[in-house]
């Protein structure tokens, strides 16, 4: 079965402290994961794709498929960082359709 | 670019009766629309995935007839919710894909709030 399990609902650290948002998948075939953020009061948006393997606002994630783990994370974190962030895959199905985790919630305090 | 829309942001009715939700892409034709729901504090749960043209597939456990889903053209979507109860209430939420986009990538709308009385 497809399935991301975000293990923390809350991650709370101070600006300038490093952060590391953990996700994890199950999917017998080769995923492609993504990250999405949820700024307050904003919709859902791209964060950044494993394939691209781009940083994005400083974030990173690293697929690795022996831990079949896709955590997000960023060295220093900055305030304007507090937001849900959800980790997605996509794989079976077609239609590129994705399944999301349950989301963790980035609280960065001054 | 790649913006969608929702109409309406919010909307209450009574029980018993249908509603009608719109997704809109503005400035892309989207071949793909996906349409979810999420309940207080929990992820978003995709309920089906709409095509233009064809009939929406729906997800496990969803009852296509009570979520019922058009996809009449390349910009737009609609979910009707028919007779609505109050365990339908939620945040529903659509998603659209351009064609020419990156796999995975979904432009999200600012999501539908429905209140069933």
């Known amino acids: 079965a497809q399935r991301v399990t975000q293990p923390e609902k809350l991650l709370s650290v101070f600006k300038g402290a490093p952060v590391e948002l953990k996700c994890n998948y199950s999917?017998?075939?080769?995923?492609?994961l993504f990250w999405y953020v949820q700024y307050s009061r904003q919709r859902l948006q791209l964060l950044l794709r494993?394939?691209s393997r781009e940083s994005i606002k400083g974030f990173t994630a690293d697929l690795n498929k022996g831990e079949t783990s896709f955590h997000l994370k960023k060295p220093f974190a900055q305030e304007e960082d507090s937001a849900m962030y959800y980790c997605?895959?996509?794989?079976?199905?077609?239609?590129?359709?994705?399944?999301f985790g349950a989301g963790t919630r980035l609280a960065v305090h001054p | 670019g790649a913006v969608v829309s929702q109409h309406p942001s919010r909307v209450i009715c009574k029980s018993g009766t249908s509603v009608k939700i719109e997704c809109r892409s503005l400035?892309?034709?989207?071949?793909?629309m996906f349409w979810y729901r999420q309940f207080p504090k929990q992820s978003l749960m995709l309920m089906a995935t709409?095509?233009?043209?064809?009939?929406?597939?729906?997800e496990q456990g969803v009852e296509k007839d009570k979520f019922l889903i058009n996809h009449a053209s390349l910009t737009l979507s609609t979910l009707t919710v028919t007779s609505a109860h109050p365990e339908d209430s939620s945040f529903y939420i659509c998603?659209?894909?351009?064609?020419?986009?990156?796999?995975?990538?979904?432009?999200f709308g600012p999501g539908t709030r429905l209140l069933v009385l």
């Open positions: 998603s659209a894909s351009r064609p020419s986009g990156a796999p995975g990538t979904q432009y």
């Open positions: 999917y017998s075939g080769s995923p492609e």
């Open positions: 494993h394939i």
């Open positions: 997605a895959l996509s794989g079976a199905g077609g239609y590129n359709k994705l399944i």
């Open positions: 400035d892309f034709q989207a071949t793909t």
């Open positions: 709409s095509n233009e043209g064809s009939k929406a597939t729906y």
